[in-house]
């Protein structure tokens, strides 16, 4: 009987936006990190990076794309289906999921490469806050501290 018409303020607006936002950046954060990781691995640079907490942000993004998409259906009153509710319940649970799996798999993926192509892991390049972590890995230990392979051959042959 009594159908309640639901107004659209900016404040609600300006709440979508901003979390739409954060997932957008979330999910470039891990793009950025995840990128700058592989192209490491594939060209075998001299000191690779693996930044393990960027990892977490894949399973951050997805969720809060979600939480966006619904706050959206409830701006524009549209009726969500049973269907789509029950895809949705779905992502929810992977993008969770992700949350706690795929850093740690990512985690044991980079370290494995690393260790079948003989780097060392770089104590003083890496750093642990909370879950954040960014382990450095060098292909000898003279990486690790910052001096090139170059500079060692060319100081060691005098020139």
């Known amino acids: ?14 709440t979508v936006i901003i979390f ?10 891990f793009g950025y990190y995840a990128y700058d990781v592989s192209i490491s691995l594939i060209s075998k640079k001299e000191v690779i990076e693996f930044n393990k907490g960027a990892m977490y942000m894949l399973g951050v993004g997805l969720g809060a ?3 966006v998409i619904f706050m959206i259906h409830e701006l524009t009153g549209k009726k969500i ?8 319940t779905k992502i929810a649970f992977i993008s969770i999921g992700l949350i706690f799996v795929f850093p740690q798999l990512a985690d044991y993926i980079v370290n494995s490469k690393v260790r079948s192509m003989d780097y060392v892991f770089c104590e003083e390049k890496s750093y642990r806050w ?10 000898n230990v003279d990486a690790c501290n910052g001096i090139k392979v170059n500079e060692i051959t060319k100081s060691s042959s005098g020139r």
């Open 20 to 29: 739409a936002l954060f997932a957008i950046c979330a999910l470039l954060a």
């Open 65 to 67: 794309g979600l939480l």
């Open 1 to 14: 009987m009594g159908e309640q018409i639901k107004t659209v303020t900016p404040a609600k607006c300006v």
């Open 81 to 88: 289906s049973d269907s789509y509710n029950k895809k949705a």
């Open 130 to 139: 909370l879950h954040a972590q960014n382990k450095a890995y060098g292909v």
